[in-house]
């Protein structure tokens, strides 16, 4: 298993809470991503940055902002959570070609 | 267009029979593809890759992939399934296009489900 780790592992939350999902590894890899999965469908690609206070956009439009002021972190933010925004969230690091992925964070917006 | 499909959403093999999960791609260049599983609340894990150099490559878990240019295929097989081996399996190719810095594209998964 790669070093990368994802708080919480389950979330569930009422609509229009912030929330912060975390993403950290120890591997020092400049590249992280953030994927947004629906349980046993493909993967959309909804954030990703290069390195410190580097971040862009994926292909899937999203209304979570991220951050990236340590190699290490690569938090998730969504200022108001939506029914819509039900989903299990992937944070994944990459050396070389290969990304490693963290074990997810599944949330529920109630 | 970068793309890759998997045109299976399920696959289902008896225990102890070679599988096959289909992959093609459509990429503008060289193609670097890869392959992850993905077993029940768990995340990704990177079975395999083809970068360049011989068509057959291996990977983990007795996995292994062949690459086809002429198919632009790259299917995952497995001489003898386990029920193990039950997940869900992504193929990926790196996206070549200006500007994404090498992001994968992902397929949509194959449920592979390997009865006793």
């Known amino acids: 298993e790669a070093d990368i780790y994802q708080t919480p592992r389950y979330l569930v939350i009422g609509t229009g809470k912030k929330i912060t999902l975390e993403c950290s590894q120890t591997m020092g890899h400049d590249k992280m991503y953030w994927y947004q999965q629906d349980p046993g469908m493909e993967l959309h690609l909804i954030h990703y940055s290069y390195g410190v206070n580097s971040t862009e956009k994926g292909d899937l439009s999203s209304e979570s902002t991220v951050s990236r002021i340590r190699t290490e972190h690569f938090p998730l933010t969504l200022e108001s959570a939506r029914p819509s925004h039900t989903s299990q969230y992937l944070c994944?690091?990459?050396?070389?070609?290969?990304?490693?992925f963290g074990p997810g964070t599944r949330l529920t917006v109630t | 267009a970068q793309s890759v499909a998997q045109p299976e959403d399920q696959v289902n093999v008896a225990e102890g029979n070679p599988l096959t999960v289909k992959c093609t791609y459509s990429?503008?260049?060289?193609?670097?593809l890869f392959w992850y599983v993905q077993y029940p609340n768990r995340g990704l894990q990177f079975l395999l890759k083809?970068?360049?150099?011989?068509?057959l490559v291996k990977g983990s878990y007795g996995f292994e992939a062949e690459f086809n240019k002429s198919q632009t295929s790259f299917h995952l097989k497995k001489p003898s399934a386990l029920v193990s081996d039950s997940a869900l399996y992504f193929c990926?190719?790196?996206?070549?296009?200006?500007?994404?810095?090498?992001?994968?594209?992902f397929g949509k998964g194959t449920k592979l489900s390997v009865k006793p």
């Open positions: 990926a190719v790196r996206d070549l296009r200006g500007g994404s810095q090498g992001n994968l594209i």
């Open positions: 994944a690091s990459k050396r070389v070609d290969e990304q490693y």
């Open positions: 990429v503008s260049g060289n193609p670097y």
């Open positions: 083809y970068i360049t150099g011989d068509n």
